[in-house]
């Protein structure tokens, strides 16, 4: 190699150095990440929840996320994403809200064969405590059913005992329940 050779090299190595490094080129220092105009954007989404498939289901795995926190009387978009549709009929699901919960759109969704789907659905809270949205899937004959918590406020939720609280001669206590 003579001279000549080396400069040559030299210069074309450095001007691929100035090319591969356009996020220097604005005087910023380090790595830079995209921003986005819109402030929703900038906010990254909360993992889907894979809901439990059981032996004999419809085969149809559904994942699910709130997108907000619920609040009393605002509605809160759930994103459901269904994967695993065989059948070349597709599927069905059909979306059904607990009392306190009110759904607001379609309760029905068809499903193609083949591809993964993804619906949006919102639901309203009414009252403060937790309520479920239940998701019924169905395939080729074969049934799911999934329910979907939604927590609104800081409400736990309790159990409405209907006996009574009664303590034994040895002093344990005991619920007295009536015979229905």
Do not use: W
Request: aromatic share 2%.
């Amino acid at each position: 190699m003579n001279n000549r050779s080396t400069s040559l090299m030299a210069a074309a190595c450095l001007a691929l150095a100035t090319l591969s490094a356009p996020a220097a080129a604005d005087g910023e220092p380090g790595m830079r990440i995209a921003k986005h105009k819109h402030p929703a954007m900038q906010q990254r989404s909360a993992p889907l929840t894979t809901a439990p498939q059981k032996p004999g289901s419809s085969g149809v795995k559904l994942q699910y996320r709130l997108e907000s926190t619920p609040q009393l009387g605002r509605a809160t978009v759930v994103v459901l994403q269904f994967d695993g549709v065989t059948a070349t009929d597709g599927a069905t699901v059909r979306l059904v809200a607990d009392s306190g919960l009110t759904l607001q759109g379609s309760s029905t969704l068809a499903l193609p064969a083949g591809k993964r789907s993804t619906a949006t659905v919102a639901v309203v809270s009414e009252a403060e405590g937790l309520a479920y949205l239940n998701v019924f899937i169905t395939q080729d004959g074969a049934s799911s059913a999934v329910s979907i918590p939604v927590q609104t406020g800081a409400v736990a939720p309790t159990l409405k005992s209907t006996g009574e609280m009664k303590s034994t001669p040895d002093g344990d206590s005991i619920i007295t329940m009536p015979v229905k």
